[in-house]
């Protein structure tokens, strides 16, 4: 079982940054990829970026590439989103999420353990 608590969301501005932390416990958490979903107001949960179970591969959606970066620190059992020149359409709940697999994934269906999510609102 892993259990995960997310962090670090807020109200920014636009073009303003910010880190999101997802905080692990359970001992899957190392074992597993880590992926960023996230779910605006009347929309689908949708793929935000992934990571590989040892840190080594990461994915992103195209629409968040150049501006975000996943990362992991397992001997924390902690995750990171790293957010900049942040978007209005960026706006939701960022939620994380892990894998019993190493590898990285794009579908929402693929992994087994949620966070609650954390808002983020930017503002124009």
């Known amino acids: 079982q892993v259990q995960l608590v997310e962090s670090g969301g807020g109200l920014v501005q636009a073009g303003d940054s910010l880190r999101l932390s997802c905080a692990a416990s359970?001992?899957?958490?190392?074992?597993?990829?880590m992926g960023w979903f996230r779910q605006a107001p009347g929309t689908e949960r949708e793929f935000v970026a992934t990571?590989?179970?040892?840190?080594?591969?990461?994915r992103y959606a195209d629409s968040v590439k150049g501006r975000f970066t996943i990362s992991r620190d397992n001997a924390k059992n902690t995750g990171y989103l790293q957010m900049n020149s942040l978007k209005p359409e960026y706006t939701a709940v960022y939620y994380c999420?892990?894998?019993?697999?190493?590898?990285?994934?794009?579908?929402?269906?693929?992994?087994?353990?949620w966070g609650q999510g954390t808002q983020v609102t930017v503002s124009s």
């Open positions: 999420a892990v894998r019993r697999y190493s590898g990285t994934y794009y579908y929402s269906s693929g992994y087994s353990y």
């Open positions: 359970g001992r899957t958490f190392n074992v597993g990829a």
């Open positions: 990571i590989s179970a040892g840190g080594g591969s990461t």
